[in-house]
Every structure is written in structure tokens, then in C-alpha cells.
């Protein structure tokens, strides 16, 4: 599968953001997702994960609460919804995919297909 990640600008601290994930491929129902970021001088991290079926999802705590994750496997699009937005939410966002496992995946090793990347910058 191919991954393409859009929706990435600058904003002002506040505002929402919703980024979108298009996949290419085959089965994209059969196919775990996730959205990880990583911000300048830091490791990548894990922001939200969804099921193939979206059933289950996953959050990392700085964003639970104010991000929702969901998919179309239809358009085979996967988005992430971001509210309240602030500057420690600045960095890269990458979606990611990966078809070996039904349970949600939350590490970066469970994944094995990767975007390209899109750029958040939160102004305060």
C-alpha cells in the first residue's frame, strides 16, 4: 500500500486541523492505521491508532480528548480530527499502515508501510 498524508498547514494556537491519509492498494479494510508525529529534536511518536474496521481506537494522552481518528474504507482514507490546538503540537505527521494483525497497534515497529509526511505548525 501507498500512503499519502495532506491537510498540514500553519494555524493559530486554538484552532483545528483535520489531516487525511489516502492509501492506494487492495484491501484496505484488512490494513491497521496510525497517525505518529515527530517534532523537531524529538523521537516519533505515536498520536492515534484505528482497527481496520475502525472498531477500536487508541490515543496518546497529550491529544486525548480534543483528536478523533477515523477511516472511510470505502475512499480508503483514514483522518485525524484536531482540536485546541497548541504550539507542543507543532512537528511532522505521518500515517502509517500495516496488514499482519487484527488488534490495535501502537508502536511504531507493529507498522510497516509509511507516508511521506505533513508539516503542522502551531502559532502562538
Known amino acids: 500500500v501507498q500512503l499519502q498524508a495532506s491537510g498540514g498547514g500553519l494555524v493559530q494556537a486554538g484552532d483545528s486541523l483535520r489531516l487525511s491519509c489516502a492509501a492506494s492498494?487492495?484491501?484496505?479494510?484488512?490494513?491497521?492505521m496510525g497517525w505518529f508525529r515527530q517534532a523537531p529534536g524529538k523521537e516519533r511518536e505515536l498520536v492515534a491508532a484505528?482497527?481496520?474496521?475502525?472498531?477500536?481506537?487508541s490515543y496518546a494522552d497529550s491529544v486525548k480528548g480534543r483528536s478523533t481518528i477515523s477511516r472511510d474504507n470505502v475512499k480508503k482514507i483514514v483522518y485525524l480530527q484536531m482540536n485546541s490546538l497548541n504550539a507542543e503540537d507543532t512537528a511532522v505527521y505521518y500515517c502509517?499502515?500495516?496488514?499482519?494483525?487484527?488488534?490495535?497497534?501502537?508502536?511504531?515497529?507493529?507498522?510497516?508501510?509509511w507516508g511521506q509526511g505533513t508539516l503542522v505548525t502551531v502559532s502562538s
Open positions: 484505528i482497527t481496520g474496521n475502525g472498531g477500536v481506537t
Open positions: 492498494g487492495r484491501f484496505f479494510y484488512n490494513y491497521r
Open positions: 502509517a499502515a500495516e496488514n499482519t494483525g487484527w488488534n490495535i497497534a501502537i508502536s511504531q515497529s507493529d507498522y510497516n508501510f
